[in-house]
Each structure stands twice: as C-alpha cells, then as structure tokens.
C-alpha cells in the first residue's frame, strides 16, 4: 500500500479534495490522521465535523424512516448529522469537512450505509451540500486496534494511502510555537528519532502496556509543562536554595509520562531532561559560579547566556566577578555570544567601551569590527 509521511499525506488530501474525491488515511494508532484532516479543514477555511463510524448505526447514515404527508410514501428523513442541500453555511467558513474517521472499525451494516454517500453524496436519498468535502481515516487490521480490512466495495471508491511517522515532519510540527510542545521533548525526539513511534506487538507487551507515539509524546510533554508552571509558581514566592532540585522531575510528574510513551522511553525523556535542559538561574550562578553545572543543551546554553548578560549589566562588581568566572568554564562560542550580548547593551561612551574590551580579553574573545572600506566597482 501507498507509504506517506505526514507532509505528503496533507498534499495527498489537497489533491483529493480539489478533484472532489476521497482520500482514505490509514495507519497506527496516535500518530496524527486525525490532526491533519483537521489542519486541511482548517487550510481549506472549511468547518470540520468529525463523526465516528464505529459509534454509529445504519440509519445514521440513511436517515430516520418516515411517511410523507403529501404522497403518503415511506421516505427518509436525514439527521441533522451531515451538511444538506438547502443548509446555511456556518458564519466565519467556506462549507464543511466532513470526516468519517474509524472507517475501518464500523459495523457491516454502516458499511453498506455509507455507499451510497462515498459514491453519490446522498444521504437517505438527499443530496449532500455542494459545500461539503469528505475526508475519511482509520486503524489497518494490523495495527493491534479494533479494525478490519476494508472491502473492495469501499477501497475502489476511496482514495487510499498509509500514513507513517516522520521525525522530521513531526520536528517542524512540534516547533511551531501554537502547538505548545515543551523544547525538552522537541530536542529529545531529535536526537532520538526512533523512540517517535516505538510499536510494541501486542503480544509481547504487557496488558495496558503503553509505548511511544506521537500522540504519546504530545502527552508528555504536558506534564512537563505542568511540571515548570509548578516549579515557576513555587519560585515566584522566593528563590528556595533547593530551586536546582526543585527542577529535577519529581516522582509524580515522573509517572505521568510514563502513562503516556512508555517506562523505557519516559524514562530516557526524563534523564535528558534532567541532565541537559535543567537551567540554572543566574542568582545561582552568581553564588556558585566555579561548580553550577553547565546547561547539556545549545538551546540551554544560550538562553542562561542571554540572562546572564542582562543580569550583568544590572549586577555589582562581586556577581559580575562570578559571572566571568562562569564564563570562562563555557566553550568559544558561548563566550562569544556573552560578549555580543554585552556589547548590544551597552552604549558608546569611554567607560562602556573600556568594560567591553576588558570582558571580551579575559573571556579571550575577538568580536570582528565591520569592515570601513568601500567595494570597489
């Protein structure tokens, strides 16, 4: 079957969509089908409802039998489930997606249900709106979920592909800042781009034995959320002298993210995070500047670089004193960019200038000039 990785999967749906086809997405379980179709209704300005198969019935999707008052013929009268013909589009949208998610774990009865508006766009013999677009996904047999092969009757009317994780893809997701992804499990799943989908066979896992997904992750990554909002709430009251280990992920936390990717993996999680993500204040380092330990991570490193030069400039001689000290311990390029920092917010007057080149000759720091000369035609 056809292999997408989710970027490929959103252009796949596009495609499907502007022809006004169906695309069919299968894969595991937790790792985003759902999130995508709703980030396409979302690209498409279009009003998602999403509507789960296998909670339905048959006259879901054919409509509530009834008499017609003026022929006095059976007819079927259709919920108010999906977008028909004669329908105001909702304030703010273009029309609606309608997504039929868990396809592959619906009765045989909703199977036969569904034909008709996989093929004609009818629901109990009505026209679905022209402003409607239908997306459909669901668990493969193989994917140790409560689902069945589809039957060719559905296959050849759909559009189908499998989806796969990408770390990549799953990277540039995570980044954007709206997704609200903690940088410990960003960078972790970097640097470890096997553990984003870490499939156990359930026969070889224990009962409610979880594993890491990408859904999974996202979970994780709450907690440790939750876990700094905690922390940041404790020190607002004070500066604790245990705010080092306060930052370290307690037991409770700890088994949370369990829950939620696994012993094996939250665990590693938690190491990374302990060991290379847990930044040190910069009253912290001012008291113990020769022994804090340095940040394991670049974007650790340069945020405390960042807060420790403004710290400088407002600090007196004694914390500045630690602050090079501390410095000193970091390689080159984390000076360098103390010293850029410290130049950027000071002024221009002589003893501005004087405690710049101080800093930057016992960090032994050279910050290039801007050339002076002209380019010759």
């Avoid at 979302?42 to 008052?69: A, H, V, W, Y």
């Avoid at 307690?250 to 302990?274: H, Q, R, T, W």
């Avoid at 340095?294 to 807060?307: F, K, M, V, W």
């Avoid at 850029?340 to 004087?354: F, N, P, Q, R, Y």
């Amino acid at each position: 079957m056809l292999e997408l990785t989710p970027s490929q999967v959103t252009t796949f749906i596009f495609n499907c969509l502007k022809t006004r086809q169906i695309p069919y997405i299968a894969g595991p379980a937790g790792i985003g089908k759902s999130d995508i179709n709703f980030q396409v209704a979302s690209s498409f300005n279009l009003l998602p409802l999403d509507i789960r198969l296998s909670q339905k019935l048959p006259e879901d999707l054919t409509g509530m039998p009834s008499i017609c008052p003026t022929t006095g013929k059976a007819i079927y009268l259709p919920f108010d489930t999906f977008p028909m013909v004669g329908d105001p589009i909702p304030d703010g949208y273009d029309g609606w997606l309608v997504f039929l998610d868990e396809l592959s774990s619906a009765s045989d009865e909703v199977w036969a249900a569904i034909y008709s508006l996989l093929l004609g766009h009818t629901v109990g013999g009505k026209k679905l709106h022209e402003k409607a677009l239908i997306v459909a996904a669901g668990n493969r047999a193989s994917d140790s979920a409560i689902a069945r092969e589809l039957p060719d009757t559905l296959i050849t009317r759909l559009r189908c592909a499998t989806m796969k994780v990408c770390p990549i893809d799953w990277g540039n997701w995570a980044s954007n800042l709206k997704n609200n992804i903690n940088n410990a499990v960003t960078e972790f799943i970097a640097k470890n781009p096997d553990m984003l989908l870490s499939l156990i066979p359930s026969s070889s896992r224990e009962e409610l034995e979880t594993y890491g997904t990408p859904r999974g992750w996202e979970g994780a990554s709450k907690f440790l959320n939750l876990h700094e909002r905690r922390v940041n709430s404790i020190l607002l009251e004070g500066n604790p002298p245990s705010a080092q280990q306060m930052k370290v992920i307690p037991e409770d936390i700890a088994f949370n993210i369990y829950s939620s990717v696994g012993f094996m993996e939250g665990k590693a999680l938690i190491e990374y995070y302990n060991e290379n993500l847990t930044i040190p204040y910069v009253w912290e380092v001012a008291q113990s500047a020769s022994s804090i330990r340095i940040p394991g991570s670049p974007i650790g490193r340069a945020q405390l670089t960042e807060d420790l030069a403004k710290y400088f400039i407002e600090s007196g001689a004694q914390s500045r004193e630690a602050i090079l000290l501390y410095m000193n311990r970091n390689d080159a390029e984390v000076r360098t960019l103390f010293c850029t920092l410290i130049k950027e917010k000071l002024g221009e007057t002589v003893s501005d200038k004087a405690l710049i080149e101080d800093i930057n000759k016992r960090l032994m720091v050279v910050i290039s000039q801007p050339s002076t000369g002209t380019i010759a035609n």
